[in-house]
């Protein structure tokens, strides 16, 4: 031959059955009784293949040889080039079928339930957040039309009341001790300008020397007593403000999470007491079970709000007590010691607060730290 020539015949799916390979073996070993060699006797075509014919029967020929508790479907025959150093290779083992080709491209297999899909578990959410708040949203219109009932703790609900009615009226006295400081700032600064003016005059009126310098005198002393005065005030202004915009703000929050835990409370209540006064049957049991559920949680949820908020009430009590005791008697000592004239009892008052005034220009640093 010009070349060698090597093929790879497959195995059709469709394999005759087991019978008709028997009879063809037994006919092809009668056949083959010639003492001339088999490979000797296959024709070649003019461009170096083999001829379809021959070498179906030398295929089958291969077949017969396996041995009989091997599978057709298990085989896969290959025939090399008659030159070369392999006549012939049997290679057994399953043979791959269509479907199993078709599963080995398409890759591991998942089943659905397994699959979280991020778009149900958001519809969910807010379809239990739609559920809640239609029940909270009937319950709060029924208990404002009188056709539903409510959960009423007497105790804690009038200390509720009674912490916020202090709260405006602490607010308003907050208000009255803004305007008060403003407008002592600005009688400062104008007695610090009046006492600036009396001074020049002072230097400038030989005559009225002495009048103006007692004048000017009066008015710095009076504008560093009301600087005092002022540094007391905005320390009695920035505790209250921290006592009701922040501690009576956070236990306030709380009050809020408190009622909203009521009112879902309330709503799955009713709504379990209208199940139970309907009819027991298998349709009804299992929403009367999950209806049971839901409302224990939120019985939890009302309960431990009910406890914070008593917590938070009584440690308020104790700290508005404390805390407005100080700032009422610096304010009391203040004022009064102020309108006296006694200077020494209004830095006394001071130091007994740890309040300290800050000097125009305190805050800048000096030559010596900058350096």
Known sequence: MSENSSESTTLDESHPSAEEIQSGCEGSAMAQESPK????????????????????????DLKCSLPVGLGLSETKIT???????????????????????????SGPVVLADEVKNPAME???????????????????????????????????????????????????ILRL??????????????????????????????????????NAETQKLLAKNGETLLGAINFFIASVNTLVNKTIEDTLLTVKQYESARIEYDAYRTDLEEL???????????????????FQVHKEKYDKMRNDVSIKLKFLEENKVKVLHNQLVLFHNAIAAYFAGNQKQLEQTLKQFHIKLKTPGADAPSWLEEQ
């Open 122 to 172: 958001k519809l969910e959410l807010v379809r239990k957040w739609s559920l809640n708040t239609y029940k909270c949203t009937r319950q709060i219109i029924s208990e404002k039309l009188g056709r539903g009932s409510r959960t009423v703790d007497l105790e804690l609900e009038a200390q509720i009341d009674i912490l916020r009615d202090n709260k405006k009226k602490y607010e308003n």
């Open 79 to 105: 025939s090399h080039g008659f030159d070369g150093a392999k006549e012939g290779v049997v290679e057994a083992g399953q043979f791959p079928s269509k479907g199993s080709r078709a599963q080995q491209k």
């Open 177 to 214: 001790a803004q305007t008060l400081s403003t407008q002592l700032f600005q009688m400062v600064h104008t007695q610090r300008q009046l006492g600036d003016a009396f001074a020049d005059l002072s230097l400038k009126s030989l005559e009225l020397h002495e009048e103006f310098g007692y």
């Open 37 to 60: 060699n088999s490979a000797a006797e296959i024709p070649v075509t003019s461009n170096g293949q083999l001829e379809d014919s021959h070498e179906h029967s030398f295929n089958r």
């Open 276 to 294: 139970n006064l309907g009819p027991r049957d298998a349709n009804t049991l299992p929403k009367i079970e999950q209806s049971q559920q839901l």
